[in-house]
């Protein structure tokens, strides 16, 4: 049987129990688990008793990862694109006749890592699909996907799971449950993402003592520090410690900050710093996290150094 997470259960119930459509977008932060909703989905539909039991000879090839009607359309290295040539062997692939006398099924994740021409040509395979196919699109950021491809597929969203069942799950994750709240706050409410993170709270400490000392320090050195780590995750948390100084700068009050364990910092900046400076260095790193998520070959290093030099210019104007 599949391992359904406990925020999953409410979905699934939900798909399973109306009729498919051809396709589905799975969409919320990172670290919600929708691949492997997705997985399972595909699993339940190819078993021979539609319920992933594990024995029957289609379950025995998931497995093995080697089942004929089941395709999985990925970039072919982190941070590139899902090229049109992908799409167009998948639209082959969707032509086929099952083996097994199911669905055809693609997976097809990140869904926004498809390049302009290949969105076109799956446009073109979703406006006629063939029958007994399902393409599941999951997407961390599905409004990057263009409307015209959105329209066309049933949603799940994961956005919004119950923190009950989430904190529970990941309590019994941790073996230090004073973090369980921290993380969560920290990752969206993704659990997945937030046990990942507990794994990565020294450097996301390294990084804030850098900030400390940024003024003292030379930028392009303390940036070459920050391409050391995980470029995506850095942004993540620079965004979220700017965004917390401008909330405590505005309203002087703590109780809705991300950063909980940092909050005696954070309040020292936000009594120093100008807060219209500290919108444009807020809009810079934005940008910089939005060029590293698009689908863009660009390298981290440039837009690591020019954060960087606009944090010690906005503390030198303290």
């Known amino acids: 049987m599949n391992n359904i997470l406990p925020w999953h259960e409410s979905l699934w119930q939900q798909t399973l129990s109306r009729n498919l459509p051809h396709a589905l ?60 040539d992908q799409i167009r062997s998948m639209i082959k692939f969707c032509a086929l006749t099952a083996k097994y006398e199911s669905y055809q099924i693609v997976i097809i994740e990140p869904a926004e890592a498809m390049n302009r021409n290949a969105a076109n040509s799956l446009l073109k395979l979703l ?33 919004w799971p119950d923190k009950n069942l989430t904190h529970n799950w990941l309590n019994e994750q941790l073996s230090n449950k004073n973090h369980t709240d921290l993380l969560l706050n920290l990752s969206s409410q993704a659990p997945l993402a937030a046990k990942d993170l507990a794994d990565s709270m020294s450097k996301r400490q390294e ?16 940036a070459a520090n920050w391409a050391k780590m995980e470029v995506v995750s850095v942004l993540k948390w620079l965004l979220s410690w700017t965004a917390d100084v401008i909330r405590y700068s505005a309203t002087g009050q703590t109780q809705h900050l ?61």
């Open 25 to 84: 977008l799975l969409s919320g932060p990172q670290g919600m688990g929708k691949g492997l909703f997705a997985r399972n989905l595909a699993e339940t539909l190819l078993c021979e008793q539609k319920q992933a039991c594990g024995d029957c000879k289609p379950c025995y090839l998931l497995k093995a990862n080697t089942h004929p009607d089941l395709l999985l359309v990925q970039p072919a290295d982190i941070g590139k694109q899902i090229a049109v």
């Open 127 to 159: 406006e006629e699909p063939p029958a007994y196919t399902l393409i599941m699109l999951v997407s961390n950021n599905p409004m990057v996907l263009a409307a015209t491809i959105r329209s066309r597929c049933q949603k799940l969203d994961f956005s």
């Open 207 to 222: 990084l804030f003592d850098s900030l400390m000392t940024l003024s003292t320090n030379d930028p392009v050195k303390i």
């Open 258 to 318: 991300v950063n909980q364990d940092q909050l005696g910092s954070l309040q020292n900046f936000a009594n120093h710093l100008n807060l219209q400076r500290l919108f444009k260095v807020l809009d810079l790193q934005q940008e910089a996290y939005q060029l590293l998520t698009g689908n863009t070959n660009i390298k981290p290093q440039g837009l690591l150094e020019t954060i960087a030099i606009a944090w010690v210019d906005l503390k030198r104007r303290i």
